[in-house]
Each structure stands twice: as C-alpha cells, then as structure tokens.
T-cell receptor, first 115, second 114 residues
C-alpha cells in the first residue's frame, strides 16, 4: 500500500492565483512528520515546509502553507499568489518516528503556472 | 545559507565501471543520506549514515553499493560495477537530527551509464 499518495499528476494555475496540491498519507504511527519539496526542471530538491503530527497549527512558510487535516490523513500544500517560478514538480514526503526514520516520497505533482 | 554540495553534476560512465559520487553535507549535520531518482519517477531511499556507520538501507542498496565518510566533510557513494539501470539522478541529503528536522538535499548528480 502506498504510504504517500499524490493524486494529481499535473496541475495548472494562473499566475497570481492560489493553488492546492493534494497529499494523503497512511500510517499507524502516532508520531510522524510531513514534508513538501519542490523540484524545478534543473533537478535539485528544495525543502519547502514541514508539519509535525502533534503540531496544533498548520505550518506556514511565506507563500506556502500546509492544510493539515489529521483525521483525514491529508497534508495539502497551498501556494498563494503563484509565480512563474513556482512551475516545478512538488513531492510530499512522510517520516514516521517509530521504527524507520526514513521518509517515503509520493510520486509528485507537476505544477505549471501560466502567465 | 549553508547547503549540501554534490560533485560531479553529471557523470557518464561505461557499464561495468566503478563510479564514486561525492557529497559535502552541511557542516553541523549528523545524519547523511543517499537517494536516487530514475527519470520521471519518484525519489527512492538508498541508505542513511550516522556515527560513521550505515543506520538503514533499502533493498536497492545491494552489494554493488557502498558509502564512506573518508574525512570530516565528504560523504561518498560508490557503485562498484555499474549497470544500465543505475542511470538516475543521485541525491545526497543531510539533516541535523532524525525527527522533525528536514533533510536538505544537494543539487544531485546525474549518472548516465552507457
């Protein structure tokens, strides 16, 4: 079973609009962390935002925010005021604190921002 | 801002040859990782390294792979006898701690096996 599911292989958004990239996860571990990474066409992996399972508030980092719905096991990334430079692959990842600390990555969502 | 650096950015090697990918993690980080990403696919974990030894490895990380921290700064991934299917982007990452600290990735080494 997939631990991280990103159901949107591709998304399009108009510049300056907000966009939500979906991520659902599967774990029985009560303690875990959720991460989002951006991978531009140049290939590097850029850390964007982190949400801990015990965090009371949704994480925010500049134009990025994480819509964390624990009961639904979803951790959607919201990008506000999209910019052309936001066009990239976006990967959701989870790391469980019990047992292995190795994060599992989703298959990614390709975001294209139109001018 | 400190960053993870990887060299070379692109490596082209004949099948069967040995290749060494190099990484310099962020200086105060304690945990080091190698991942690979086959073109168009998701990022896959290979190995983690802490306190000068492998702490975890995936089933991808077979006897053809090895890692080393030869000095206080470098962290290397060696593939002894490369296969065509080893062609991928290889990412090094490091983190300060295991738990809620993000892993910071290098820019990757694109390995092409001919």
């Amino acid at each position: 079973a997939q631990k991280i599911t990103q159901t949107q292989p591709g998304m399009f958004v108009q510049e300056k609009e907000a966009v939500t990239l979906d991520c659902t996860y599967d774990t029985s571990d009560p303690s875990y962390g959720l991460f989002w990474y951006k991978q531009p066409s140049s290939g590097e992996m850029i850390f964007l935002i982190y949400q801990g399972s015990y965090d009371q508030q949704n994480a925010t980092e500049g134009r990025y925010s994480l819509n964390f719905q624990k009961a639904r096991k979803s951790a959607n990334l919201v990008i506000s005021a999209s910019q052309l430079g936001d066009s990239a692959m976006y990967f959701c990842a989870m790391r469980e604190s019990g047992g292995s600390y190795i994060p599992t990555f989703g298959r990614g969502t390709s975001l294209i921002v139109h001018p | 801002e400190p960053e993870v650096t990887q060299t070379p950015s692109h490596q082209v090697t004949q099948m069967g040859q040995e290749v060494i990918l190099r990484c310099v993690p962020i200086s105060n980080h304690l945990y080091f990782y190698w991942y690979r990403q086959i073109l168009g696919q998701k990022v896959e974990f290979l190995v983690s390294f802490y306190n000068n030894e492998i702490s975890e490895k995936s089933e991808i990380f077979d006897d053809q792979f090895s890692v080393e921290r030869p000095d206080g700064s470098n962290f290397t991934l060696k593939i002894r006898s490369t296969k065509l299917e080893d062609s991928a982007m290889y990412f090094c990452a490091s983190s300060a701690h295991l738990d809620n600290q993000p892993q910071h990735f290098g820019d990757g080494t694109r390995l092409s096996i001919l």
